[in-house]
């Protein structure tokens, strides 16, 4: 089975239900998947990757490149700890920055901001969606995350002569809530981990953008959706391109599962086997929602 594909248009129309179910699984079952027709302007998408592809040729890639750790691995040896990557932080809430950015032309600034305007109310069509899927109300995602903190990183992985002696970026999963990725349209790289195998995810050129869900979806929905290990390779064919944006939680929001979602604790099985008695044919949930009450 391919990686799955949510096509949010038909989120409105007779497809609904089945594009929620979609997603719940994609959710669940994977902890990524893909988005398309999901109405971030795509001649915005394509301007900023070839602005950024500008920015890291006349600003980045040589000093990359003159780095000592590059140099080490040139010259084949393998630099423990250290990622074949070059980046740059943009954080747009709850402060507006350019974190360690020369350079950057105004056009470039204006551009990012206008795509991660968009990816926000994405992210938050999203966290609506999933918290439905929950069974929870569709701002519970939203009003947990509390004043949500935004921020995207752009990020190049040069082309790397000697890639058996490197890593573009470590195994991990992200720390946060849900993560829009606008890749590379030619270079892989990008990997998760499935089943034991890593999964390629491969470039698709159609305007389509990759979501994975961070360790505090996983918490909030109590395992029910998942955060996924994955990785970066670098590549001899060419220096691959990712613009990813955080919506993650307040730096103060405070995370716990949601109590829907919690099964009943402490309470003596023959007081569940009463229940069970003159519950048995109806609904299992009701049943575990009703033990909650008498947890010792």
């Not at 966290?127 to 109300?137: P, T, V, Y």
């Not at 509390?146 to 991990?172: D, N």
């Not at 390779?233 to 405070?254: C, E, M, W």
Request: hydrophobic share 35%; with cysteine; net charge negative.
């Amino acid at each position: 089975m391919g990686i799955p594909v949510i096509n949010l248009e038909e989120l409105k129309g007779e497809k609904s239900s089945q594009t929620m179910s979609i997603l719940h699984d994609a959710c669940a079952k994977w902890g990524f998947f893909w988005i398309e027709n999901h109405g971030v302007d795509e001649e915005l998408m394509e301007r900023i990757k070839s602005l950024v592809k500008l920015h890291y040729e006349e600003n980045m890639k040589e000093n990359f490149y003159n780095s000592d750790q590059a140099k080490r691995i040139v010259a084949d040896k393998v630099v423990p700890e250290f990622d074949w990557e070059t980046t740059i932080s943009i954080w747009r809430q709850p402060d507006k920055s350019f974190e360690g950015i020369h350079k950057l032309k105004p056009e470039t600034c204006k551009a990012m901001q206008d795509y991660v305007e968009q990816v926000i109310n994405l992210a938050e069509k999203l966290a609506e969606c999933m918290s439905e899927n929950l069974g929870l109300d569709k701002t519970y995602l939203k009003k947990t995350f509390s004043e949500p903190t935004i921020s995207t990183k752009v990020a190049i992985y040069p082309q790397c002569p000697k890639p058996e002696h490197a890593i573009g970026l470590r195994a991990h999963t992200d720390a946060g809530g849900i993560i829009l990725l606008l890749q590379d349209d030619l270079v892989p790289g990008l990997e998760f981990l499935r089943d034991g195998k890593w999964v390629p995810i491969t470039p698709s050129g159609d305007h389509r953008l990759f979501v994975n869900l961070g360790d505090q979806i996983e918490v909030v929905s109590n395992g029910v959706y998942k955060s996924i290990l994955h990785r970066v390779l670098p590549s001899d064919s060419g220096s691959r391109l990712s613009i990813a944006t955080f919506y993650n939680p307040g730096a103060k929001a405070v995370i716990f599962p949601a109590e829907k979602l919690l099964y009943p604790a402490r309470y003596q099985f023959q007081d569940y086997l009463g229940l069970y008695a003159s519950t048995k044919f109806f609904d299992k949930p009701s049943r575990f929602e009703t033990m909650k009450e008498k947890a010792v």
